[in-house]
């Protein structure tokens, strides 16, 4: 398998760059006879769209998809199905300035140790642009999940810098800018506040993201190497600026007895989930939870120390349209690559006796 | 590739259960001209032993290994190299009051739901006992990894429950039996004493560890999904009852502001290492530093609830053989598992260009 | 790997339907710093394209390649390389009387039972017309071969069914519409008057083909399982309509002696190619040689007996578009698809020590 | 997935050399609850054994097999089988005059040009004895796919040389020494007579297997590159010696029409298997029927002419224990490659939809 694709029998491959012609992705696996319309996917990725309000990039971008495959007559056919989104608001000109300097917090520097040179238009390969044909394809898996186990999978922000969002109503996510799950006016307001403050300053500030997936069936995931924690972790540490993952009670253990932590049975199933739904590699058929650390965005205007190209320190400054906080966006993302690999597990699943 | 096997180009098939006449690995990928011999595997091996102090299972196996492809005259061939390590000290008796019942805090259920049936003895598959192989694997990495890069991967416990270990002293992990990179005296007395207690009480406890690489070459991982932050994720959440995985400031970053955790460059290189040595999914060539939450063992003397196969409640006590803090023997495990992801990865950076 | 995936670290994704708003792939895993624009691609396309003479199916696909990522400056960036081609040229109504009818010699049957439902437009994903994306993809190894080590990927029609074409001049496949590597007036014509009939009869002709590879390194191939001549003979034996693949002597080693077969070696090198260039499933330097043979064209005017969906017995004659021969569009595929195992060989072949 | 695997799912990993400790495999993705004893597979490799008739090599080698792993109560757990066979007869001083230079028709030389060394005893890791793993895994394939759709895999020699063997009584292959599907004393008597000769003269013989699939169920194969004629022809290229594979008509078709070559279908099923049981790279339902072309053994005693290491030209003859015709043992390991694809896509047919 290469190394832009994820997945062994539902498996999606993802191309592109901020700045080139298009970004896109082709989801291999997906089974035939599923409902699919360009819709199912417009709207997943309408909700991480850049641009929609004061605190995400101002990039102007519709992402609007195109299904270039694998569909008749409204329904998957069994063949690869390719996504297609045209870049259409790249302003290549904001990055000029920077083009031969390693922005600090950012894979500037690997790529060009790696690959002797590197595209450095709005991040090139390594942009969170990157996340959209992700999100596109967990759309499908989503729907798919949906329709054969009725599983629900979620994501919001509990933390921007120091202002925590209580987990209380998954209804709001949709309705602040901050996807958070609550319509508490305190912490809506001093985040909003935060933000604002960051873009005066040029700078920006990191978050913390809670997944969940309800109704997942037991027993999906393979046991050695390939357990659905595993491969969940390698999912979510995979989302760009993403430093941390935890499941179920996460650090919390390191303190913990085995007596506090164990969840009891009873014959109506488990008394508690600090398992947060998976023991052993294997889902328990309790709710799957995650944590995601999301690091500050890399890109601020304040000045920094870095280097460039030619070995030689010089001072740099990234005024590009930014998210002061890339993880507010994180949370349509973080639910597409825990729908992929759920679906994946699914479908091996088939396959264990 | 199939749920047992790990790595792209340097891939690692892990066979075997706890109580089944042996386990293994099959090591494919090796480059031709390694110099190798049992006694590499066996002294990594040793380090995460059983029965090597009163603190961690008292199961007697001598983890002897015997290489039984891939090499000639000493050196490796480039044909898949297989270990073999005998089980020799099962018993089984230990787990048949058990049988039929899913251990809380276990993959039992989960084995039950999947596969229809499950091997009892010891844990079977899930046994952490299967770690012994992905040491043995390690091994190997580690050595062509020193021979290549001077690259040293190396771990230790910070944490058990609540006594810290500070990391101080790494040559002292192999001199105290809780794998700390400290010779304070205060804080190993403190976890012996924890320890000691636990064991009376029939409880366990939870631990924190501390991994880091040094002179790994930067440029080595995939930028879209298979990075190595995710991949190094994917590893080490795979090891047996992790339950959280960080990289640099890990979930601090929520908290900090971009001008804060950005490392800056000079001509000289980077002033800091905020981002555990990985950004954007690539090495930058600064130490890799990640950490590990270790839940605490699930098997306990204490008395629980749980339910039967048939569905039935029951009450269960674990008396076997078992680590109190089974975290004190992930060390050497994530050390193997890092190191066959970088092995991997700077494998395929021959590809890059 | 997904189903629609070729190659290990050269890995093309191939998606698409004959009848779908476009077909294309990604290419990943091309090394950085190769110059690639897409007219090095249509070239390639170009020698594949429909309607060129009058005995290719007269659909008219200008078959432009758009290059959607993996790009800039017009060096490859080590970021997967999408390739798009749309579709313009799709007459669904020719398959309306037959969409409920399992076409003699195709995969429809196939398709029906393992999917549940399937595209009869043009044949859909079974269609001749998805090895455009192979085409396009193999421009791109033929390109990276040809840069390191001097490699030519050719292939020529050497029979169409009573008609043998002798190997004497490769220039000569551009000139014929046969692919024929040769100027000989009589058997030329002796094709053309053949197809004529054919076209007028309604039926169509099986062919052979030869594929050579020179300039190939020694030690290319993985030498159990994964072997060079096992993918090699994958590749071509998944080119649509080819039943049978051999390498050097092929069948005819089934009459030979040891002494007869075996090719000797002298300080100069190897004194014959019996071999066809592969030993022990690795190159040895001298010339791949293979040759496929490619059945006729399934689609005939000519009534035959076929059942439908609903498991009744009907008639069935094929008026679409269709090759009398589809050999005679395989040679610029089946160089393609022999130019895609090498590349991914030599790039793994850098990870042997 | 590495070199040495093969399969998605049904997932067979090989290691080991012709002289080195053991031989053996890793058979990852076994569903659960199989019913399965060492005996199952020892029969298998009882009829692949060297020393069973003077026509086949003297090497005494038991290939007993011990299974490590997977089981539990006589069934299959899910977890991989690990299965091992000692080396017990290597005579490695057969060897020692040959252990500079290059054996002619072997893969000595590509592997010295690819690795840098090469392991001389025996052939190493290119030698047929490791076909026996194959045998060992395909076992296990054929008595799941006989349980799962009663499906019968089989294989005979068709032709040693000039002489053929009719296929009219599958009982025969194993009631004579050559795998033949016939009780004629004709044929069998003039094979017995060239292969004495050849002994005598020091020089060895090509040959052709036929190979069936009975009872395969339609739909199994991946429809564009992983094939089920593609995945076929890389298992059984791969077979060591093999350099051509054919389905159904094979090399036949490039001389028929379509409307001769295209199987007409009833409401009863299909009429004639000029397909060999295989469209569009989908089973049909239809017995798979395919053909191998085996080189003769490049083992001969007669002087040869060859490089050694040093580049200097020298002679050879190679006098250890070989077969003088190395298809008379392929049958049984062209069964088990054949077992081993068809389960695997068996499995994978499962996800379809």
Same mark, same amino acid.
């Given at each position: 398998?290469?190394?832009?694709?994820?997945?062994r029998?539902?498996?999606?491959?993802?191309?592109?760059? &901020?700045?080139?012609?298009?970004i896109?992705?082709?989801?291999?696996?997906?089974?035939?006879?599923?409902?699919?319309a360009?819709?199912?996917?417009?709207?997943?990725?309408?909700?991480?769209?850049?641009?929609?309000?004061?605190? #995400?990039?101002?990039?102007?971008?519709?992402?609007?998809? +195109?299904?270039?495959?694998?569909?008749?007559?409204?329904?998957?056919?069994?063949?690869? #199905?390719?996504?297609?989104?045209?870049?259409?608001?790249? !302003? &290549?000109?904001?990055?000029?300035?920077?083009?031969? !300097?390693?922005r600090?917090?950012?894979a500037?520097?690997?790529?060009?140790? !790696?690959?002797g040179?590197?595209?450095?238009?709005?991040?090139?390969?390594?942009?969170?642009?990157?996340?959209?044909?992700?999100?596109?394809?967990?759309?499908?898996?989503?729907?798919?999940?949906?329709?054969?186990?009725?599983?629900? #999978?979620?994501?919001?922000v509990?933390? #921007?810098?120091?202002?925590?969002?209580p987990?209380?109503?998954?209804?709001?996510?949709?309705?602040?800018?901050?996807?958070a799950?609550?319509?508490?006016?305190?912490? %809506?307001?001093?985040?909003?506040? =935060?933000?604002?403050?960051?873009?005066?300053?040029?700078?920006?500030?990191?978050?913390? %993201?809670?997944?969940?997936?309800?109704?997942?069936?037991?027993?999906?995931?393979?046991?050695?190497?390939?357990?659905?924690?595993?491969?969940?972790?390698?999912?979510?540490?995979?989302?760009?600026?993403?430093?941390?993952v &935890?499941?179920?009670?996460?650090?919390?253990v390191?303190?913990?007895?085995? &007596?506090?932590?164990?969840d009891?049975?009873t014959?109506?199933?488990?008394?508690?989930?600090?398992?947060?739904g998976?023991?052993?590699?294997?889902?328990?058929? +309790?709710?799957?939870?995650?944590?995601l650390?999301?690091?500050?965005?890399?890109?601020?205007?304040?000045?920094?120390r870095?280097?460039?190209?030619?070995?030689? +320190?010089?001072?740099?400054?990234?005024?590009?349209?930014?998210?002061?906080?890339v993880? =507010?966006?994180?949370?349509?993302?973080?639910?597409?690559?825990?729908?992929?690999v %759920?679906?994946?597990?699914a479908?091996?699943?088939?396959?264990?006796?």
């Open positions: 398998m290469s190394g832009s694709s994820m997945g029998i539902f498996t999606v491959t993802n191309f592109g760059e &901020s700045h080139g012609p298009a896109g992705c082709v989801v291999d696996g997906v089974p035939a006879g599923l409902e699919l360009a819709s199912d996917i417009q709207q997943e990725l309408d909700r991480r769209r850049p641009g929609t309000s004061r605190f #995400v990039t101002q990039r102007r971008e519709a992402d609007a998809v +195109e299904i270039l495959s694998g569909l008749y007559e409204g329904r998957t056919t069994g063949s690869p #199905v390719a996504l297609l989104i045209r870049n259409t608001d790249q !302003k &290549s000109r904001d990055y000029s300035a920077i083009a031969d !300097k390693f600090p917090g950012h500037d520097y690997g790529y060009f140790t !790696k690959y040179l590197r595209d450095p238009r709005g991040g090139g390969r390594s942009s969170a642009r990157l996340t959209a044909p992700t999100v596109a394809a967990g759309a499908i898996a989503k729907k798919w999940l949906a329709r054969e186990f009725g599983t629900v #999978v979620r994501a919001c509990t933390q #921007v810098g120091p202002v925590s969002f987990v209380e109503d998954w209804a709001q996510t949709g309705a602040n800018p901050f996807f799950a609550t319509a508490r006016g305190e912490p %809506l307001h001093e985040a909003a506040e =935060l933000l604002d403050q960051l873009r005066r300053e040029g700078d920006s500030i990191g978050s913390r %993201l809670r997944l969940e997936a309800l109704h997942v069936p037991a027993g999906l995931g393979e046991p050695v190497y390939d357990r659905l924690d595993a491969r969940l972790a390698f999912a979510l540490m995979g989302l760009n600026a993403v430093k941390a &935890s499941i179920g009670e996460g650090f919390g390191c303190g913990m007895r085995g &007596s506090e932590n164990n009891e049975m014959s109506g199933g488990f008394l508690t989930n600090h398992a947060g998976i023991l052993g590699g294997l889902s328990t058929g +309790e709710p799957i939870v995650a944590e650390a999301v690091k500050p965005t890399p890109s601020i205007r304040r000045e920094q870095t280097r460039n190209e030619a070995g030689r +320190e010089v001072l740099i400054s990234t005024t590009g349209r930014h998210d002061p906080c993880g =507010l966006r994180a949370a349509p993302v973080a639910e597409a690559l825990a729908a992929m %759920l679906m994946d597990f479908l091996l699943a088939r396959c264990a006796r």
